[in-house]
T-cell receptor, first 120, second 112 residues
């Protein structure tokens, strides 16, 4: 089954304690992204990756790091979490960049189930 | 710079009625535009995307959107609402799935 998995699904932590949220996809996709979702703000892109060792910043990269050492994994790292990083996080992957005309049923992004992070 | 404005944070329609969710965009380059749906406690699902190939875009679950450059709009429609359409809908603009900016979302309520 094609899927994007995230771990952990729920995490409560304290300010300053480094944490990593893992994201893994089993579809050999090149493109992967991280988003955060906050009430009233919608989704905002944190980082994205176009292939192994190729990453770039989204709209809200401050306080986050990513790495893409393998095609299937795209972990999100919070070196020193702060309360303003309390949020719902989603990882996504796609085979294409989304720029070509394609059937949205197949040329699509696959989203993970989300990670709810609380930083006290 | 790019941005998206979704008009109406909550929209209610009767079952069987037309669904119209409004989205206006701003982009300094020809845009790629997307509509996503998020069902309660789930991740997002892509409904459709505009890639300049055609102004009227058909997506999954009978949703459509029309790109109107003169109005900088990309409104989402569905001829007949089903109860299962109740969800939150997000419009987005970007250079593809990467470098994408989302709107703040519109929650659709379908009344029996």
């Amino acid at each position: 089954e094609a899927q994007v998995t995230q771990n952990p699904r729920y995490l409560i932590t304290v300010t300053g304690k480094k944490l990593t949220v893992t994201c893994s996809q089993n579809m050999n996709h090149e493109y992967m992204s991280w988003y955060r979702q906050d009430p009233g703000l919608g989704l905002r892109q944190i980082y994205y990756s176009m292939n192994v060792e190729v990453t770039d910043k989204g709209d809200v990269p401050e306080g986050y790091k990513v790495s893409r050492k393998e095609k299937r994994n795209f972990p999100l790292i919070l070196e020193s979490p702060s309360p303003n990083q309390t949020s719902l996080y989603f990882c996504a992957s796609s085979l294409t960049s989304g720029r070509a005309l394609g059937n949205p049923s197949t040329d699509t992004q696959y989203f993970g189930p989300g990670t709810r992070l609380t930083v006290l | 710079a790019q941005s998206v404005t979704q008009l109406g944070s909550h929209v209610s329609v009767s079952e069987g009625a037309l669904v119209l969710l409004r989205c206006n965009y701003s982009s300094s380059v020809p845009p790629y535009l997307f509509w996503y749906v998020q069902y309660p406690n789930q991740g997002l699902q892509l409904l459709l995307k505009y890639t300049s190939a055609a102004t009227l875009v058909k997506g999954i679950n009978d949703f459509e959107a029309e790109f109107k450059k003169s109005e900088t709009s990309f409104h989402l429609t569905k001829p007949s609402a089903h109860m299962s359409d109740a969800a939150e809908y997000f419009c987005a603009v970007g250079g593809g799935y990467q470098k994408v900016t989302f709107g703040t979302g519109t929650k659709l309520q379908v009344i029996p």
